[in-house]
């Protein structure tokens, strides 16, 4: 049983910053304990569908879609099965619903290629967190 939990949502003006906490677990175990996964964020902005924010395999390689290089940094504390997703100069565009989702069976890439499309039928997800950047 896969478990994770978003946390650090919130509101922020437009240019400020937040950072999310995903805490991860499967089968009671830390995903430490497993040599080949991959992890990651994203989003669901109300009327649009569910996309990929950053991606990280269990070789510590990262993915981003193009609208959040520069401004955002994916990273985990492997020993505390914790990831984040630091988020800066936010965006009114940014406002979402953020997800934590995490796929077993993948390293890095080309897998991470893949998993910053996935969609919402596959994988393991998180209930989300909502960030809502003011104007």
């Known amino acids: 049983q896969v478990q994770l939990v978003e946390s650090g949502g919130g509101s922020v003006q437009a240019g400020g910053s937040l950072k999310l906490t995903c805490t991860g677990s499967a089968s009671g175990r830390s995903f430490s304990s497993y040599t080949t996964y991959c992890w990651g964020w994203f989003r669901q902005a109300p009327g649009n569908e569910r996309e990929g924010v950053a991606v990280?395999?269990?070789?510590?390689?990262?993915r981003y879609t193009d609208s959040v290089k520069g401004r955002f940094a994916i990273s985990e504390d492997n020993a505390k099965s914790l990831l984040y997703l630091q988020m800066n100069s936010l965006r009114p565009e940014d406002s979402a619903v953020y997800y934590c989702?995490?796929?077993?069976?993948?390293?890095?890439?080309?897998?991470?290629?893949?998993?910053?499309?996935?969609?919402?039928?596959?994988?393991?997800w998180g209930q989300g967190t909502q960030v809502t950047v003011a104007s």
């Open positions: 989702a995490a796929l077993f069976m993948c390293r890095g890439e080309p897998d991470l290629k893949n998993m910053i499309h996935l969609k919402p039928d596959f994988g393991f």
């Open positions: 990280l395999g269990s070789d510590g390689s990262t």
